[in-house]
Nanobody, 124 residues
Framework: QLQLVESGGGLVQPGGSLRLSCVDS????????VGWFRRAPGKEREGVSS????????NYADSVKGRFTISRDDAKNTVFLQMNSLKPEDTASYYC?????????????????WGQGTQVTVSS
């Protein structure tokens, strides 16, 4: 049974970096497209990035292109989100989810199995 756990969040200054991890402790993550989403206070959850099964394709929201990089290590059942050049507007709770859609979509409605989230705060 799928059980996603996010980690790696924290408090970082603007311009800093964090690496988030999404681990599936319940089953094989390699069957799925995996996505990272975030929800800022008072806002709806938005897609940040996703990576297809096998890592053949990736997708990024315009707001994070060139700063964030998604990758996966299926041997470790883990998907990473490397976040560089962080900005205060990146502050949010970050969640990972899975999709059976075979391409790297960042549409909320394509994903499920959400983890509990990890908080990222970018502030000086």
């Amino acid at each position: 049974q799928l059980q996603l756990v996010e980690s790696g969040g924290g408090l970082v200054q603007p311009g800093g970096s964090l690496r988030l991890s999404c681990v599936d402790s319940g089953s094989a993550l390699d069957y799925y497209t995996v996505g990272w989403f975030r929800r800022a206070p008072g806002k709806e959850r938005e897609g940040v990035s996703s990576i297809s099964r096998g890592g053949e394709s990736t997708n990024y929201a315009d707001s994070v292109k060139g700063r964030f990089t998604i990758s996966r290590d299926d041997a470790k059942n883990t998907v990473f989100l490397q976040m560089n050049s962080l900005k205060p507007e990146d502050t949010a709770s970050y969640y990972c989810g899975v999709s059976s859609v075979p391409i790297a979509t960042i549409d909320n409605s394509d994903f499920g199995g959400w983890g509990q989230g990890t908080q990222v705060t970018v502030s000086s």
